[in-house]
């Protein structure tokens, strides 16, 4: 299978040109002005940008989480992503209390057997147990199955925080194996108290679950990690960071060299704390972690992300049902599943808010939301960019197509969406996974089973794809 696309304007990280791409099966094969080549299918992509496929690091399918499970499976899940130009993602595979480390993986592998995905699957290893079930040895070799990032989880106590022992020691592990570490920073400690006090107070509504969460927990634990990091000799990746206390430290190692790296999701771009005061127990629907944030930080977000700050932007696509998931803590903020939804409308959210209203350049929207990804989780450069020998993961991306974000039209099961409503200018035209329609227009083309899993490298290393580029030149 051959396809050509024609005179779309091509936008890398580093370039942004006029051109024609040739894929044969699975790659690109060729690039070049006006290509005169025979193709099984043509895409007349002029005045469309063409992107490398988006990748989205950080989301949660099918997972058991809060007394209940997510409500995508990797079927829908990857659906949506498709619509919103993802073509590959990183999801966390979580070990129960308990599981080896093995059964784990083989648990997730079970769901994208059961749930197909029509695009590209990784794992990371999210360890909450090295006394029972997980072992430091099977720790060490999750890098060989392909799983080359260690998720330590430093909140949600009783449930799946790790102490500082188990978060060390898995940094040494990544320091030998050369997995990258990543951690949800916040103190779970001081928070679990703040939770009992505040219900111990009768204060039982959503806009409890931000004010139990202050911002300096995050602060505190980024900082903490990126410490532990250094002493461990581990390169670390904080995910989420959603506000100043937690941008400072990360500031300070990207200043410095340490190996430590940050992302931010688009719903703390755009979302603040007052959502949770949304009455009729509507303020449920923004219950995620960490919470919305006083709305000054969205500044300090975006200014880090044009200043390299940030790396990456992904979406922690956690979605639980409002109605029957979110009311499980209709009485009480602390039962009601910590997540929200988002894999589909990152691209439009960041290219109408980012690229046209001149916070970020087109080239740092496709670094943010795909090179960078591919480069961290080791993925480059065969995904993240468009070159001669690449994955052909490529979106048509029409910057006119005027979009209303809403849950009537989206494509994950969840029954509602956080930017409900908002209309943007920019959306995906087509989209391919290897070289495979996925989308066109809004139709779905690719079936359940177009996704495969992803073999990563470790972190530094590379996937064979084009050649002459660097890995690990990350922003
Ligand atoms: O609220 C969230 N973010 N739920 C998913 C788990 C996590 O902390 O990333
Ligand atoms: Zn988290
Ligand atoms: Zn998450």
Redesign the pocket.
């Known amino acids: 299978m051959s396809v050509l696309i024609k005179g779309g304007r091509i936008v890398t990280a580093a370039d942004d040109y006029v051109g024609d791409i040739f894929i044969e099966d699975e790659r690109v094969t060729l690039i070049g002005e006006s290509l005169d080549m025979q193709a099984d299918k043509v895409i007349d992509a002029s005045g469309k940008y063409v992107i490398p496929g988006a990748i989205d690091p950080?989301t949660?399918m099918e997972?058991p989480?809060g007394g209940t499970v997510?409500c995508d499976d990797f079927t829908s899940g990857t659906v949506s992503a498709a619509f919103g130009g993802t073509t590959s993602h990183v999801d966390?595979c979580l070990q129960e209390p308990g599981q080896s480390l093995p059964d784990a993986l083989a648990t997730w592998h079970e769901k994208i057997e059961r749930a197909k995905p029509v695009i590209d699957v990784g794992f990371h290893l999210a360890v909450t147990d090295l006394e029972e079930g997980g072992t430091l040895e099977d720790l060490r070799k999750a890098p060989d199955e392909g799983v080359t990032s260690y998720k330590l989880?430093m909140?949600?106590k009783g449930a799946i925080m790790v102490d500082d022992e188990t978060l060390f020691k898995t940094m040494q592990v990544a320091a030998e194996t050369g997995a990258l570490v990543m951690v949800?920073a916040e103190n779970g400690d001081a928070i679990d108290v703040l939770v009992k006090q505040a219900l111990a107070e009768g204060k039982t509504e959503p806009k409890w679950h931000a004010a139990t969460r202050p911002p300096i927990t995050e602060g505190e634990a980024t900082n903490r990690a990126i410490q532990l990091a250094r002493i461990a000799g581990s390169p670390l990746y904080v995910?989420?960071v959603s506000c100043k206390e937690a941008i400072d430290p990360i500031a300070q190692a990207r200043t410095n060299d340490w190996h430590a790296w940050g992302e931010t999701c688009t719903q703390y771009l755009f979302i603040d704390e007052t959502a949770l005061d949304q009455p009729n127990f509507e303020g449920a629907k923004y219950?995620?972690?960490?919470p919305p944030r006083p709305k000054e930080n969205q500044e300090h977000l975006w200014h880090a992300l044009a200043t390299d700050v940030l790396s990456v932007v992904s979406t922690?696509h956690?979605p639980f049902n409002w109605d029957g998931q979110k009311t499980l803590g209709k009485d009480d903020f602390s039962k009601i599943?910590?997540?929200?939804p988002g894999i589909e409308n990152r691209l439009h959210m960041l290219h109408h808010f980012g690229v046209r209203q001149g916070r970020l350049s087109m080239n740092r929207f496709v670094e943010l939301v795909s090179t960078n990804p591919a480069k961290f989780f080791g993925m480059y450069p065969r995904k993240g960019t468009i070159a001669v020998g690449s994955d052909a993961d490529i979106v048509v991306f029409d910057p006119e197509k005027r979009v209303k974000i809403s849950a009537e039209t989206h494509h994950s099961n969840i029954d509602y969406n956080l930017f409900e409503g908002t209309e943007v200018s920019g959306a995906p035209e087509v989209v391919l996974v290897r070289g495979q329609v996925i989308v066109e227009g809004d139709r779905l083309v690719g079936k359940p089973g177009a996704g495969k899993f992803v073999k990563r490298a470790r972190f530094g290393e590379q996937l064979p794809g084009a050649s002459g580029q660097r890995p690990l030149n990350v922003g």
């Open positions: 950080h949660h997972m989480f997510s966390f989880f909140a949600y949800h995910v989420h219950v995620y972690t960490p922690d956690c599943p910590n997540g929200g």
